[in-house]
């Protein structure tokens, strides 16, 4: 894969939307404020967490830099999150016949979406694993082009949360006829593919190192 800031990009959008389409805390609470605020509860939950990765960010390049750089790290980083990938994609294909969205569901409220975003991000422990493996990965790639590497990768990290989240909180606003479980569950397939494409990615990086 040739390391340049639109394949970091573009390659960062697509596993963040990966991510972000399974299910979780977060969509429950987008799908339930969205249905009592409109579209704006999406764009307003992923501010926060944006504001709550961006400071995971800086703390890990400000305090973690001489730790990025040993060979050792980057390889069992590689390995471990190629096999997280590679799981990610085995659960999502098994997922697709039952898989939905379940936009009807109306059982969390919250008052400050901003600080929601932030605390519903927190409350997932599939955020966490998915930093210390993944998102670890990406940095050390992404800081390989300096400070406009890491935007690359942070600018299409966020953006992939935006635009899913915007489509839910739309969806759930406007109703069920502009998004349903089919689309949903081709876009899962699809994300899976490319899951899979990347965890060779990774696993193909951290053996270059060790031969």
């Given at each position: ?27 429950t609470v987008t799908v339930s404020e969205s249905s009592r605020r409109g ?173």
């Amino acid at each position: 894969m040739i390391l340049s800031l639109s394949a970091i990009f573009f390659s960062s959008f697509l596993i963040a939307l990966s991510g972000a389409l399974m299910p979780g805390p977060f969509l429950t609470v987008t799908v339930s404020e969205s249905s009592r605020r409109g579209m704006i509860a999406g764009p307003l939950l992923i501010l926060g967490h944006g504001i709550l990765e961006l400071a995971l960010v800086v703390a890990l390049l400000s305090g973690m830099a001489p730790f990025f750089k040993r060979e050792s790290v980057f390889i069992t980083i590689a390995l471990g999150g190629g096999l997280i990938l590679f799981w990610m994609a085995i659960s999502m294909f098994k997922s697709l016949p039952t898989l939905s969205l379940n936009l009807e569901d109306n059982s969390t409220k919250s008052k400050n979406l901003i600080i929601s975003g932030i605390l519903f991000s927190l409350a997932n422990p599939y955020w966490t694993i998915w930093w210390v493996s993944i998102g670890l990965g990406y940095i050390m790639t992404s800081v390989k082009l300096g400070i406009p590497g890491v935007i690359a990768f942070f600018t299409g990290h966020i953006l992939a949360d935006l635009a899913w989240y915007s489509l839910i909180s739309f969806s759930v606003a406007k109703g069920r006829r502009f998004f349903n479980d089919a689309t949903y569950r081709k876009m899962i397939g699809g994300c899976a593919s490319f899951l899979i494409v990347f965890a060779c990615y990774f696993f193909y990086s951290g053996i270059e190192k060790v031969l």
